[in-house]
């Protein structure tokens, strides 16, 4: 069993763009991280865009808002 998981990191692990078996290439780039951010910063303020769903309080909008742009700034600067 120790064998399938040496081929599997020694797959993954290629230097290549990214893990060919799982398809995901773009894990050096910033990409995943600014979109993460965005889709935060959509959920925190998607009360006051939304009829019918509560507001959330100004505190948790602004935590949202605030780790939202903290992960796209990392991923900018990835």
């Known amino acids: 069993m120790g064998a ?3 081929r599997w990191r ?4 290629n230097d290549s763009d990214g893990c060919p ?3 995901v290439y773009a894990i050096r ?4 991280i600014i979109g993460l951010g965005i889709l935060i910063i959509f959920s925190g303020f ?17 935590i949202f808002a605030g780790f939202g742009l903290f992960l ?4 900018l600067t990835k």
């Open 4 to 6: 399938v998981f040496d």
């Open 10 to 13: 020694c797959i993954c692990m």
């Open 21 to 23: 078996i799982t398809g």
């Open 29 to 32: 780039s910033g990409l995943p």
């Open 46 to 62: 998607i009360g006051l865009v939304v009829p019918g769903i509560p507001v959330p309080p100004f505190p948790a909008m602004a």
């Open 72 to 75: 796209i700034w990392a991923g």
